[in-house]
């Protein structure tokens, strides 16, 4: 080999070099969680929605899976997260309701998707409704987000007062910029970190407080709906169609940049519609936010990973939003450890046609006084509305819980029953405002509107 040759291959191996340590890094998927609030089992085309469209959020489900039976461990806005971000029933540490997240925050001895990501060399950040307690050791950048950008809970979508830009400080501050709509701005501050991050493995978690009252949409989504005359509903449908255009920007990036076959991407709603407040629809389903009955945990559920999952599938055996965690930790090459203790599992076998059982018997829920447990297709519930007696439901022909079989089939009922009260006793008690660890306070649910 000539001098020149020689002095060649050495100019060029610390590049060799680099090139081949980025491969692993480079090979692990990317993540992505758009989770909406508020939403509501029957809205997006993908779940037969025709009045308002969503070429962008069913996109995911006709790229991937659409899980008819999707649902969350908790009925509405903070537990649900709780348990999206921990793979753990919330109920296990006592995050059962808001106020939880508002005076407490999730529970420090809780660790984070973020987190275990982090450990695993991930760029993480957290665009959105954060929800998860808004003390400064409770916020996005101590649980295991490097950025975050957006509200620390709910407010309105103009000027948001609990808001947080991390590449500034920590400091909440209220937003005057007259420009500003959460919705948009949480798709350019998405897309821009993506830019930033594109040469890392990465973390996105979109929280969006859309689809949560206050209803505000600025005029250029309204004028998308002249044939809607109902005014709540118009809000409504230009607030989803801001949603759709967010995920399409943010999914746009990912294309542009050739990543997004390299990319797992979750759309999950948090809890049911609260109809009477928003019009959000639940379409066939009983009950709203904040109730036991389908139409409380039930959500819009979709996900997709180019070249290795199945496209424009339907799933319809149970899943859960605790088996987000799980899923991701092994695409990125990790395993859970038993002392995680986790009640999510790993979908891809199941989504793939490796595993064709059930990924999950059995599914619960409590939300004091109101609790529900789903044994195969059998579900035992109380709710609000309801008798105050445990009703039994065969929710694969009675999606609606019209028909209850409590009395015709008593052998059933204490079947179920025995099961959740087996569950219910391995949970921890409720944590309230000023009291950790203690009972929550029985008009909770009529405090917490969030």
Not at 81 to 96: N, S, V, W
Not at 128 to 145: A, D, V
Not at 188 to 217: M, S
């Amino acid at each position: 080999m000539t001098t020149i040759r020689l002095i060649a291959v050495f100019l060029l191996l610390p590049s060799i070099l680099v090139l081949r340590a980025a491969q692993p890094s480079s090979a692990r998927p990317n993540f992505i969680i758009f989770y909406s609030d508020d939403l509501g089992w029957g809205e997006t085309g993908a779940q037969g929605n025709r009045e308002i469209p969503t070429p962008h959020t069913d996109s995911i489900a006709k790229n991937g899976i659409r899980f008819t039976s999707g649902y969350v461990a908790a009925t509405y806005c903070s537990p649900s997260r709780a348990g999206l971000l921990t793979g753990r029933y919330p109920t296990r540490f006592g995050h059962e309701f808001n106020s939880t997240a508002n005076a407490i925050g999730l529970r420090s001895d809780q660790t984070t998707l973020a987190t275990r990501l982090k450990a695993h060399g991930y760029a993480t950040a957290a665009i959105g409704k954060w929800h998860l307690g808004n003390q400064p050791e409770n916020r996005p950048t101590k649980r295991g987000f490097d950025e975050f950008f957006g509200t620390l809970n709910n407010t309105p979508f103009f000027h948001p007062t609990n808001f947080i830009d991390s590449r500034i400080n920590d400091d909440v501050r209220p937003v005057t910029d007259p420009n500003f709509y959460t919705t948009d701005a949480f798709a350019e501050r998405a897309v821009d970190w993506i830019e930033r991050n594109k040469t890392k493995p990465w973390f996105l978690y979109l929280p969006f407080n859309a689809q949560h009252a206050p209803l505000q949409a600025p005029k250029k989504y309204l004028d998308r709906f002249p044939n809607i005359t109902d005014e709540k509903r118009k809000l409504f449908a230009a607030m989803m169609a801001a949603m759709d255009d967010a995920i399409g920007r943010v999914m746009g990036k990912v294309r542009a940049l050739g990543q997004e076959e390299n990319t797992i991407v979750f759309y999950i709603g948090d809890n049911g519609g609260p109809t009477a407040s928003t019009t959000s629809q639940n379409g066939p389903l009983r009950g709203f936010k904040m109730t036991t009955y389908e139409g409380g945990p039930r959500v819009p559920f979709f996900a997709q990973w180019k070249g290795k999952w199945p496209a424009g599938k339907t799933y319809d055996f149970p899943v859960l939003n605790l088996d987000v965690l799980p899923t991701i930790i092994a695409a990125a090459g990790a395993k859970p450890e038993p002392s995680w203790q986790l009640d999510g599992v790993d979908l891809t076998p199941y989504v793939t046609g490796a595993n064709t059982a059930r990924p999950h018997q059995t599914l619960y829920w409590r939300f004091s006084p109101q609790w529900a447990i789903r044994h195969g297709d059998m579900k035992l519930v109380v709710s609000s509305g309801g008798s105050g007696k445990p009703e039994l439901y065969d929710i694969a022909t009675d999606i609606g819980e019209t028909k209850d079989l409590a009395v015709a089939q008593p052998a059933k009922v204490k079947e179920l029953q025995v099961l959740w009260d087996k569950w219910n006793a391995e949970q921890a008690p409720a944590s309230a405002p000023n009291a950790p660890g203690g009972k929550a306070k029985k008009n909770e649910k009529k405090k917490n509107k969030q």
